[in-house]
T-cell receptor
C-alpha cells in the first residue's frame, strides 16, 4: 500500500526543547512539503523540497529546520526558537512539477507543556 | 498580495445540493485544487481545475473562471459523511508546486 506516514500522532514539547516530526512516503515522489495548520487559518507552508539534498524555505520557516537525505524521508525539527509551536503539522508529497497534486499524511499534533 | 476567500461555515440538508465558493487573487496561477478534510484528519484530494469550465466527478463537481478569479465546488445528493471542511488551494505558478490555501469552509450536513 503506497502512502505517506507521519509519526508520532501526538507530541509534547517542553520549553527550550527541540523536537523532530517524522514524515515518510513510498509513493516515489520527488517533492515533499511541510505545512502548519492553526484554527481559523489556512495551511501555511513551512519548508519544501523538490529533490533529494535540496530544500527551500516556505512562508513561515523561522524556528524550523529540515533535512532531505533520502527521497522517502523529510523530517521536520521544531526548535526552541519557535515561540508558538502548538499546531497540527501536515506533511505532503507530490510528483515534481507545477500543477501536480499534493497528497497528505495523517498529521502530527504538537502540544507545548 | 495573495488572497483566497471562502465562506467560513455552511449548513445544508441531507440529499440536497450545496455550492461552496472560492475567490482568489494571486500573483501567479497554475491551477486550483479542492480538498476535503474531516476534523483531525489529513486533507484528501477532490479536484483540480486549470482550464475554465466544469469538471465532474461523481457527486462532486468543480468549476473555474480564471478571468473572474473564481471557483466553486458543487456537492450533490449530500450525505452525512460529507460534513467536513473544504479547502480551496491555488497553485502559485512558476517552476515550483507551491500552494496557497484558503481558510476552509466547514460544511455541516443535517438530517
Amino acid at each position: 500500500d503506497g502512502g505517506i506516514t507521519q509519526s508520532p500522532k501526538y507530541l509534547f514539547r517542553k520549553e527550550g526543547q527541540n523536537v523532530t516530526l517524522s514524515c515518510e512516503q513510498n509513493l516515489n515522489h520527488d517533492a515533499m512539503y511541510w505545512y502548519r495548520q492553526d484554527p481559523g487559518q489556512g495551511l501555511r507552508l513551512i519548508y519544501y523540497s523538490q529533490i533529494v539534498n535540496d530544500f527551500q524555505k516556505g512562508d513561515i520557516a523561522e524556528g524550523y529546520s529540515v533535512s532531505r537525505e533520502k527521497k522517502e524521508s523529510f523530517p521536520l525539527t521544531v526548535t526552541s526558537a519557535q515561540k508558538n509551536p502548538t499546531a497540527f503539522y501536515l506533511c505532503a508529497s507530490s510528483l515534481q512539477g507545477a500543477g501536480e497534486t499534493q497528497y497528505f499524511g495523517p498529521g502530527t499534533r504538537l502540544l507545548v507543556l | 498580495g495573495q488572497n483566497i476567500d471562502q465562506p467560513t461555515e455552511m449548513t445544508a440538508t441531507e440529499g440536497a445540493i450545496v455550492q461552496i465558493n472560492c475567490t482568489y487573487q494571486t500573483s501567479g496561477f497554475n491551477g486550483l485544487f479542492w480538498y476535503q478534510q474531516h476534523a483531525g484528519e489529513a486533507p484528501t484530494f477532490l479536484s483540480y481545475n486549470v482550464l475554465d469550465g466544469l469538471e465532474e466527478k461523481g457527486r462532486f463537481s468543480s468549476f473555474l473562471s480564471r478571468s473572474k478569479g473564481y471557483s466553486y465546488l458543487l456537492l450533490k445528493e449530500l450525505q452525512m459523511k460529507d460534513s467536513a471542511s473544504y479547502l480551496c488551494a491555488v497553485n502559485r505558478g512558476g517552476a515550483t508546486n507551491k500552494l496557497i490555501f484558503g481558510t476552509g469552509t466547514l460544511l455541516a450536513v443535517q438530517p
